[in-house]
């Protein structure tokens, strides 16, 4: 059964950074996409930044780049997020997710929907002063 569960969320400062992790368990294959997605109160969830596990490529949405770092470390089967400069409008909860199957990682952050097989439990970000 895979499983996938985020860590890391918090309360921050803007300008601040936080890590947040996502831990996979339960699938014998690395060739799925997983991303990260944002929902915020009130608003539809986002793609924020997907990874190509096989490769290291990146996707990232406009609203993050240059903010925000996907990576990976297959040995842990872990995906990360590491955010910098954190503004009050990236509040949110955050997910990862894993794609359905093979897929491409624009296409998995831009149009979620029938493109992820599983989600996890969510972590908190919260930006406030």
């Known amino acids: 059964q895979l499983q996938l569960v985020e860590s890391g969320g918090g309360l921050v400062q803007p300008g601040g950074s936080l890590r947040l992790s996502c831990a996979a368990s339960g699938f014998t294959t690395n060739y799925r996409p997983i991303g990260w997605f944002r929902q915020a109160p009130g608003k539809e969830r986002e793609g924020v930044s997907c990874i190509r596990i096989s490769d290291g490529s990146t996707y990232y949405a406009d609203s993050v780049k240059g903010r925000l770092t996907i990576s990976r470390d297959n040995a842990k089967n872990t995906v990360y997020l590491q955010m910098n400069n954190l503004k009050p409008e990236d509040t949110a909860v955050y997910y990862c997710?894993?794609?359905?199957?093979?897929?491409?990682?624009?296409?998995?952050?831009?149009?979620?929907?029938?493109?992820?097989?599983?989600w996890g439990q969510g972590t908190q970000v919260t930006v406030s002063s």
């Open positions: 997710a894993r794609a359905r199957s093979i897929t491409t990682i624009q296409a998995m952050c831009n149009h979620p929907q029938g493109l992820v097989g599983s």
